[in-house]
T-cell receptor, first 113, second 111 residues
Framework: EPEVTQTPSHQVTQMGQEVILRCVPISNHLYFYWYRQILGQKVEFLVS????????KSEIFDDRFSVERPDGSNFTLKIRSTKLEDSAMYFC???????????FGPGTRLTVT | GQQLNQSPQSMFIQEGEDVSMNCTSS?????WLWYKQDPGEGPVLLIA?????ELTSNGRLTAQFGITRKDSFLNISASIPSDVGIYFC???????????FGTGTRLKVLA
């Protein structure tokens, strides 16, 4: 069964550094998303991406965040100048269409020290 | 902003019992999804609901899209130990790509 994959599973970085989180969405999906989940809290939407453009973003997705689809299979989230409060699980998701369900990857745990 | 109120927050049940949980909101939504999340893992889709009043089953799971489009419930029948985890509802309104998630129901099953 097709699934969303994410690497790395755990990333530790120092405050102020840049990180890149990587995702491989389900192959026939066209819409891609990033969500985050602070430990013990609910999942929060960050950004959606379609046709090489951001289609929607939340207030969390400030100018330190960026997304890219560098090739036909990968989808990345870059966070510059990381802050302690960026520590969270980051989930990539994909869907065939906007009206359909979103499938989530296993997540990357980001720890900013 | 839009919020989903999920209840109960947690529940302990005996193996074999039925479970019911729900999500409510003051906002109207077009799609409801139910996910299960195990510790340290990503949410796994259980059921998707697209129409008000829709009742959908997936094995021992049954979910309904409320007729007012402001709520949804999930039932699990004859619970087993592997049902342990956190269950999240998620909903999407019109004109948006994002799903809003509920606060989760933590289910613990006593053998």
């Amino acid at each position: 069964e097709p699934e969303v994959t994410q690497t790395p599973s755990h990333q530790v970085t120092q405050m102020g550094q840049e990180v890149i989180l990587r995702c491989v969405p389900i192959s026939n999906h066209l819409y891609f998303y990033w969500y985050r989940q602070i430990l013990g809290q609910k999942v929060e939407f960050l950004v959606s991406f379609y046709n090489n453009e951001i289609s929607e973003k939340s207030e969390i997705f400030d100018d330190r965040f960026s997304v890219e689809r560098p090739d036909g299979s990968n989808f990345t989230l870059k966070i510059r100048s990381t802050k302690l409060e960026d520590s969270a699980m980051y989930f990539c998701a994909s869907s065939e269409d906007t009206v359909y369900e979103q499938y989530f990857g296993p997540g990357t745990r980001l720890t900013v020290t | 902003g839009q919020q989903l109120n999920q209840s109960p927050q947690s529940m302990f049940i005996q193996e074999g019992e039925d479970v019911s949980m729900n999500c409510t909101s003051s906002s109207i939504f077009n799609t409801w999804l139910w996910y299960k999340q195990d510790p340290g893992e990503g949410p796994v889709l259980l059921i998707a609901l697209y129409k008000a009043g829709e009742l959908t089953s997936n094995g021992r799971l049954t979910a309904q899209f409320g007729i007012t489009r402001k709520d949804s419930f999930l039932n699990i029948s004859a619970s087993i130990p592997s049902d342990v985890g956190i269950y999240f509802c998620a909903a999407r309104g019109s004109g948006t790509y994002k799903y809003i998630f509920g606060t989760g129901t933590r289910l613990k099953v006593l053998a």
